[in-house]
């Protein structure tokens, strides 16, 4: 009964260890990453001059698009069944 007792105590303290991590960025890093995401997020360093594609670039991506279906699954992707149902 006592390890019953000892176990529901310790699982009833956890959300309160939860509250004890300090909550933000966990390095340098992680802090300058979410400072540009943030940036971006606010478009506070959005460029001053609008970049527009030309006609001939809009055709190129569209077909470079087009093109990307043109290949073939490969075999190793393709799945025959995923459970055998005829038993």
Same mark, same amino acid.
């Given at each position: 009964?006592?390890?019953?007792? @000892?176990?529901?105590?310790?699982?009833?303290? @956890?959300?309160?260890?939860?509250?004890?991590?300090?909550?933000?960025?966990? #390095?340098?890093?992680? #802090?300058?990453?979410?400072?540009?995401?943030?940036?971006?997020?606010?478009?506070?360093?959005?460029?001053?001059?609008?970049q527009t594609a030309?006609?001939?670039?809009?055709?190129?991506?569209?077909?470079?698009?087009?093109?990307?279906?043109?290949?073939?699954i490969p075999d190793?992707?393709?799945?025959?069944?995923?459970?055998? #149902?005829?038993?």
């Open positions: 009964m006592k390890p019953a007792w @000892l176990l529901l105590l310790t699982l009833s303290s @956890l959300p309160l260890a939860a509250l004890a991590i300090e909550p933000g960025p966990s #390095s340098k890093a992680q #802090s300058a990453t979410e400072a540009w995401l943030q940036m971006q997020a606010r478009n506070e360093q959005a460029s001053k001059t609008a030309t006609p001939k670039e809009r055709e190129q991506s569209m077909q470079r698009w087009l093109d990307s279906y043109k290949y073939a190793f992707y393709r799945w025959e069944s995923v459970g055998s #149902s005829d038993k």
